[in-house]
């Protein structure tokens, strides 16, 4: 897609992209290295639709549902490519720099996922040698509700936190972590909510979701060693999860749906995604500490595909909410070079230190870029 | 406390109770069988606060802060009690029954614990029979996080949920659980909230907790043991979690502090109230299905307290919101007839069939009442 903005064909956040966020003026979107405030070009250009970002925030957007969600993206297409637009839309354009954005939604219910088979792996033999999977891992998306409070936007500073951990010589000691961990995942945005007791169908997924952000979720893993037994990680991952600014449309992975892995055995009905259209996603994330290239982990190698995690989730007839987030787990691929978070990589692995930047990116198959997001340790 | 309303001193929402709830026309609270307007009466006899009683939700009261929930449960005693206010209040009295309660406040985050050692001891034995209490269990509060949208008023129907469940036979299969429990819990309401990297330490307690309500926190036995191993409890408890209409101010609790149960070991310096003021609660629990009394729980015997499970909560730096919602765990004493969950009753137990009611109620030392959760089970 080209028009008279002048933006690269193969910029990460290039018309065929537009990802949403949100700005202290209201709604915005990114188009190349500049920000369009979504806000006051609704005004002028789209006003049967402008009720929809008065507030600094996605949630009105996101409640509104599909076929708006795809008029607003078609709108946006147009005013940037049809010359017609350019009087009015050029000076609602400003350098991505002098913009500060915010938490793009209010964060409803956050669950995460843990639908890498390779990180579940890599994880589970060092917690249960004897068995790194546990037995219901190839049945269902194994998940778990994580804190919605403290789910906060790139760029935030991430408190060391402290807790209980256990020596090695069987002592109980309280203090700052020592073993700080991220994990590169995916999220999904809910847009429009569900009724309780009626669980959403695979086939429903892309009427429920919106779209697409990055999340490190940051892990203290002596501390979640200690707890998680026997009712799941609590503080070990509470204290922050970060998520990138911008919030990419599931219109824009349209190119990006790929097969998901052969899965052994078959799921049950409701995960059973045979036949139908794939929702694995070809999305390469890349992580740094300190600008140093850590990984690439491949989405496309997750074993449970966001679909599958949706149906998994309401299947016991919980509602859905708008501004719902529900994150893959870890991203992680086959190989070392491919791994989504620290524990993985074993003896002579290092964690993260006071100081430390880390910085997770991502691109879809067709150049659709996710930004970033990044997040600084603090001494706690 | 006596006045000119006509409440027996004996009765369970006495002058000396006053929780409060929401209805279709705002706030509201509970004088014996009466509930009184208080959205009506603040606007004529505290127009200094009325703001804070505009929405059918407690929400700005709990933001409001100590000072403020001391004054109006202070104005609340002076009208019942003082005759010069009888013209004014009296007409804003009506009958309970005629009142239809909503869900008092927003849910921000749902916490769970699992705080009584006799309730620990009585499942782990059934899951884990070689060691039913794991060995964190006395050094911290276990807890996880809940669903929050799920979290529906008293007196909503629970659509049995459906799931996968592993047979004895290792067969993997799909269908409405068969082992539908119910939990007889405690809940503690976050009034004002605390900022992000800053723990809020036991003696806080009190700055940020607005009061207490029961809690029903459903549970699917064989959805929840399929799924709890690596990440805890999941679709096993979120499709439904019930909590009581009223809110009973932590001031009214006042007479019902007790010392806690001794603890060993002693718990680590920020969860080591000894020589504080004691927040064990005397509070006794009563369970029913199809009004037959199963048990009676004292809260009493749990091995932690609230401000012990609060200040766990916070000391990784996790923030707190106005409405987050923490939960006892199970309340369970050591008799049979104390138990606050079918599961624990073994072999010849029975779980809750399609159309049983359970209703939880609860009174305090000093006679404070805290009404009843209730809830029948519907067909999936």
Redesign the interface.
């Known amino acids: 897609v080209t028009g008279w903005v002048d933006v690269p064909d193969d910029h990460p956040f290039g018309l065929h992209t537009l990802p949403y966020g949100a700005f202290d003026g209201g709604v915005c979107v990114a188009v190349g290295d500049r920000v369009l405030d979504l806000t006051a070009a609704s005004r002028a250009l789209l006003p049967a639709h402008a009720a929809l970002f008065e507030e600094p925030s996605l949630d009105a957007f996101l409640a509104a549902g599909r076929e708006r969600w795809s008029q607003v993206r078609a709108a946006l297409s147009t005013w940037c490519t049809d010359l017609a637009f350019r009087d009015v839309v050029e000076p609602l354009l400003r350098p991505a720099v002098d913009v500060t954005l915010r938490l793009p939604f209010t964060i409803?219910?956050y669950v995460d996922f843990?639908a890498s088979e390779h990180h579940a792996t890599n994880v589970?033999r060092l917690?249960?040698p004897d068995q790194p999977l546990?037995?219901?891992w190839r049945?269902?998306p194994?998940?778990?509700?994580?804190?919605?409070?403290?789910v906060?936007v790139s760029g935030t500073p991430v408190?060391r936190?402290?807790?209980?951990r256990?020596e090695a010589d069987g002592s109980?000691v309280?203090g700052p972590t020592t073993r700080l961990d991220l994990e590169a995942e995916v999220g999904f945005v809910v847009g429009t909510g569900s009724r309780?007791?009626r669980?959403v169908p695979l086939a429903a997924f892309e009427a429920h979701v919106f779209g697409a952000c990055l999340v490190n979720d940051w892990s203290?893993r002596d501390?979640q060693a200690?707890?998680?037994?026997?009712?799941?990680?609590?503080?070990?991952k509470?204290?922050?999860t970060s998520v990138s600014p911008w919030v990419v449309p599931l219109e824009a992975l349209d190119g990006a749906r790929v097969a998901p892995p052969p899965r052994d055995p078959t799921p049950?009905?409701?995960l059973d995604d045979t036949g139908a259209p794939p929702w694995g996603l070809d999305i390469t994330l890349e992580v740094r500490v300190n600008g140093e290239l850590l990984s690439r982990p491949p989405f496309a190698a997750m074993y449970w595909t966001p679909a599958q995690m949706l149906a998994?989730?309401t299947?016991?007839?919980?509602?859905?909410?708008t501004g719902?987030l529900f994150a893959s787990g870890t991203v992680s691929g086959p190989r070392r070079d491919q791994w989504g978070s620290l524990i993985e990589l074993g003896e002579g692995r290092r964690y993260l230190d006071d100081g430390d930047e880390v910085a997770i990116s991502a691109v879809a198959a067709g150049g659709v870029g996710f930004g970033e997001v990044r997040g600084r340790v603090v001494h706690?």
């Open positions: 409803a219910d843990y589970g917690f249960r546990t037995p219901n049945h269902l194994i998940g778990y509700h994580g804190r919605a409070g403290t906060v408190v936190p402290s807790g209980q256990r109980v309280f309780l007791g669980p203290a501390i200690w707890e998680y037994v026997p009712l799941g990680p609590f503080l070990g509470s204290f922050a049950l009905a409701y998994h989730l299947v016991n007839g919980a509602s859905l909410r719902d706690g």
